[in-house]
């Protein structure tokens, strides 16, 4: 058994994770690789520390970057692993005259930034042209709120447009397979069109964070080494990897669960790919299992940040000698995470790995405590910094 294995083997909730052992031993060989010099610090994502919770959570309160739609619930692409139903709970601001009423609104209940986007095109293009004056308008009047866009495919004018409004960071998805832009997403653009959009916005001044969605065509890994390489002729601030979450797909076209082996590969290419680039293991991912597995080699490949950890993965990356920081702070719609991810590498509270257990074991045994009886009974962390106390994700 190797090194890894035994550490791993060492953590309660991981102990029973089936893993590829020769991938685990691939990424252990790896650990002291030349030019790694981004995987060494990690850090962890979450509502808080010691009264974090990795089932449901509950008694969120109030979002420090909510989601806003232009769109409202519409969408015409209709992708099929979406069905636009990832809008529907999101705040709708359909005219420049709404946006400025949503955006007084949440700054007056305290939210940090918000999630722009909206429902795209028959050409996947999401059309703020007439929101970029009010934009500019919410930036010099809060100059500290922060404005996270989902950009979709634009080419340099609007990538400048953009800039010139004040949007803080652009997102989109990177795409690689043409067959997964055909059939998945309904379009009639091109493997081209998405690095293009991806070589516009970093030609801006706004902070760029691409997403890969992991098994995006149904399931299978397809496109996603080609989107690596896109990114790789770009470089971006920081990317967002995310595991597909089909939950409207179609009964015609059902989607795989991704293979959480298959995932682990693909994390240890990307951390090889992008040695300096921050790489962030944002919210979405298929539950039970495959979450531990995923959440195990994301760690063990040297990820930068993980939204929402499992059980055991912060006693995992500690004992795998990870320089480890927990960032009790929200992260709804995943905007947060982005941000921090970018401006906040270093953030966070600096935790040893017997705090890491002893947390963990009165985590544990809190649940166990709740599942006999103590449900409903709320427990407050202690408030190690202001963002401990910013609640909870509320997706």
């Not at 809008?87 to 359909?94: K, Q, S, V």
């Not at 055909?182 to 964070?209: G, I, P, W």
Request: with cysteine; proline share 5%; charged share 25%.
């Amino acid at each position: 058994m190797s090194d890894w294995l035994d550490r791993l083997r060492h953590v309660e909730p991981l102990e029973d994770v089936p893993v590829d052992e020769s991938l685990v031993g691939k990424l252990e060989q790896s650990w002291g690789g030349a030019g790694l010099g981004a995987s060494r610090g990690i850090n962890f994502y979450t509502p808080t520390f010691k009264a974090f919770q990795t089932s449901e959570l509950k008694d969120c309160g109030k979002s420090a970057w909510p989601a806003v739609s232009i769109t409202g619930g519409d969408c015409k692409l209709q992708c099929d692993h979406c069905k636009a139903k990832i809008l529907e709970p999101m705040l709708p601001a359909r005219t420049p005259e709404d946006l400025w009423r949503v955006v007084n609104g949440i700054i007056e209940d305290g939210a940090q930034g918000m999630l722009l986007t909206g429902g795209s095109n028959h050409q996947n293009q999401v059309e703020y042209d007439r929101y970029y004056g009010t934009i500019r308008r919410i930036k010099d009047e809060f100059p500290d709120f922060k404005i996270a866009m989902h950009t979709a495919l634009v080419d340099a004018d609007i990538a400048l447009s953009m800039e010139q409004a004040g949007i803080d960071a652009a997102m989109m998805d990177v795409i690689g397979s043409q067959d997964t832009i055909t059939q998945v997403y309904h379009l009639r653009r091109s493997v081209d069109d998405f690095e293009q959009t991806l070589e516009h916005l970093v030609a801006t001044n706004m902070k760029v964070v691409p997403h890969i969605v992991i098994g995006l065509h149904y399931g299978r890994l397809l496109g996603e080494w080609n989107a690596l390489e896109m990114i790789r002729r770009h470089l971006p601030d920081a990317v967002v990897l995310v595991v597909v979450m089909p939950f409207y797909a179609p009964e015609s076209r059902p989607f795989a669960t991704p293979d959480a082996h298959a995932v682990g590969r693909f994390f240890m290419d990307a951390r090889q790919a992008l040695p300096e680039t921050p790489l962030l293991l944002g919210c979405a991912r298929p539950p039970g299992m495959t979450k531990l597995q995923i959440d195990t080699y994301a760690v063990m490949a040297g990820l930068n940040g993980i939204a929402h950890p499992s059980d055991g993965t912060v006693e995992l990356a500690a004992r795998l000698d990870r320089q480890v920081k927990v960032t009790p702070a929200c992260c709804s719609i995943a905007v947060g995470d982005e941000v921090m991810a970018i401006e906040g590498v270093d953030s966070g509270l600096d935790i040893d790995l017997d705090a890491i257990i002893a947390q963990e074991r009165d985590r544990r045994r809190m649940a166990k405590m709740a599942s006999h009886g103590l449900n409903g009974i709320r427990i407050v962390a202690e408030q190690g910094s202001d963002a401990a106390a910013a609640g909870c994700c509320s997706t």
